[in-house]
């Protein structure tokens, strides 16, 4: 999958180059792309990759490449509160994006076809929430992940608001996907060589919408078992959640609104970080290139490379950048506003800790 994008140097450079590729188009896309950094869910001696759009393949585990989870995401349409099922949920960067922009009173919901990889996602999810400041700027809904066939869930399941499917689907399982859907929700997935929108609006009315040519290998079939019966997959109950967990989510959206009036009244700007040091400018192309990589091969919807005549304009920029930063200068590090107030608070250790979810510094 890929080369829809320059690549970046790092998360922010590619998401840059995603939204002038009208790739992101949303705020809330942005937002939730710019708080994971992809480069979290590669093996370590492939970190370096992970900002190329380009799709990425170790073993059974799997990312699609950044331009394909772009569409998606502005495709499902996501609000607070829904409830989302990955199908072949795979390392679990999109449902952990997802999940910040679902909050804490939102379902969101994984099955992985590789149990070594539903436990790869787990420890990744477990990561991002000791480890990321991330986690304390939004109210985050936590990703539940189960093994088995996406194409074996149990017939009594719930349905859910948002539906992606990570795998090409036959027409002959096109139903079974709209049947996981709700009346008004929205359906995601592969079909046909393309990167397709259904959503469902009556009980037996339907929207299509074609949004690019992909190509996915195919589902796996299922397979049945000694007894001749299939396994049927059990997803996560729907779990109520707690008066101690609620209360914790009220104080913490409570320490939030206090944090943001007090830098409205010191600035007038509320949270929004000012970079301290002009960022370095780059001039990017979107490229026509056609990558085979097992899982994915290519988008389509890619415009071919502008002109670009600006040596000049490079030059001076460099010039500017030169002159106007100190050469021992580097960033100030990021503030974790919600953990200083929430350590600064009047109250016993133990229940700091538990508003901060027990996360490492």
């Known amino acids: 999958m890929g080369g829809a994008v320059s690549a970046?140097?790092?998360?922010?450079?590619?998401?840059?180059?995603?939204?002038?590729?009208?790739?992101?188009?949303?705020?809330?896309?942005?937002?939730?792309?710019?708080?994971?950094?992809?480069?979290?869910?590669?093996?370590?001696?492939?970190?370096?990759?992970?900002?190329?759009?380009?799709?990425?393949?170790?073993?059974?585990?799997?990312?699609?490449?950044?331009?394909?989870?772009?569409?998606?995401?502005?495709?499902?349409?996501?609000?607070?509160?829904?409830?989302?099922?990955?199908?072949?949920?795979?390392?679990?960067?999109?449902?952990s994006m997802v999940g910040l922009i679902l909050g804490p009173f939102g379902v969101n919901h994984g099955v992985e076809l590789h149990s070594d990889v539903t436990e790869y996602a787990k420890q990744k999810l477990d990561f991002f929430i000791r480890t990321s400041d991330s986690f304390d700027k939004f109210d985050f809904c936590e990703p539940s992940?189960?093994?088995?066939?996406?194409?074996?869930?149990?017939?009594?399941?719930?349905?859910?608001?948002?539906?992606?499917?990570?795998?090409?689907?036959?027409?002959?399982?096109?139903?079974?996907?709209?049947?996981?859907?709700?009346?008004?929700g929205i359906l995601v997935m592969p079909l046909e060589e393309k990167l397709t929108k259904i959503t469902r609006t009556g009980p037996s009315a339907w929207e299509t919408k074609k949004i690019l040519a992909v190509s996915f290998?195919?589902?796996?079939?299922?397979?049945?078992?000694?007894?001749?019966?299939?396994?049927?997959?059990?997803?996560?109950?729907?779990?109520?959640?707690?008066?101690?967990?609620?209360?914790?989510?009220?104080?913490?959206?409570?320490?939030?609104?206090v944090i943001h009036q007090e830098a409205v009244n010191k600035n007038?700007?509320?949270?929004?970080?000012?970079?301290?040091?002009?960022?370095?400018r780059v001039r990017r192309r979107r490229l026509e290139t056609i990558v085979f990589l097992d899982k994915e091969v290519f988008a389509s919807r890619i415009s071919n490379p502008s002109d670009d005549n600006s040596s000049g304009d490079l030059e001076e920029e460099r010039r500017e950048e030169e002159a106007t930063t100190p050469p021992d200068a580097k960033p100030e590090p990021p503030v974790n506003f919600l953990r200083e107030k929430v350590l600064s608070l009047p109250l016993p250790d133990p229940l700091k800790y538990y508003l901060l979810y027990y996360r490492e510094k």
């Open 8 to 95: 970046g140097e790092d998360n922010d450079e590619l998401i840059d180059n995603l939204k002038e590729a009208q790739y992101i188009r949303s705020e809330l896309v942005e937002q939730a792309f710019r708080a994971i950094d992809r480069a979290d869910y590669y093996l370590e001696e492939f970190k370096e990759n992970a900002y190329k759009d380009l799709a990425w393949k170790h073993g059974n585990i799997h990312l699609s490449a950044p331009c394909i989870y772009s569409e998606v995401m502005e495709a499902l349409d996501l609000q607070p509160g829904l409830s989302f099922l990955n199908l072949g949920s795979g390392t679990g960067y999109l449902s």
């Open 145 to 184: 992940f189960v093994t088995g066939n996406c194409l074996e869930i149990s017939p009594d399941c719930s349905q859910y608001d948002r539906v992606y499917c990570g795998a090409g689907v036959q027409k002959e399982h096109e139903e079974y996907m709209k049947s996981l859907l709700k009346v008004g």
């Open 217 to 257: 290998a195919p589902l796996i079939q299922p397979c049945q078992s000694e007894s001749g019966k299939s396994r049927l997959v059990q997803l996560p109950p729907l779990a109520v959640r707690s008066l101690q967990d609620l209360a914790r989510i009220a104080i913490r959206g409570t320490i939030k609104k």
């Open 268 to 280: 007038g700007n509320g949270l929004k970080n000012t970079p301290r040091f002009k960022r370095r």
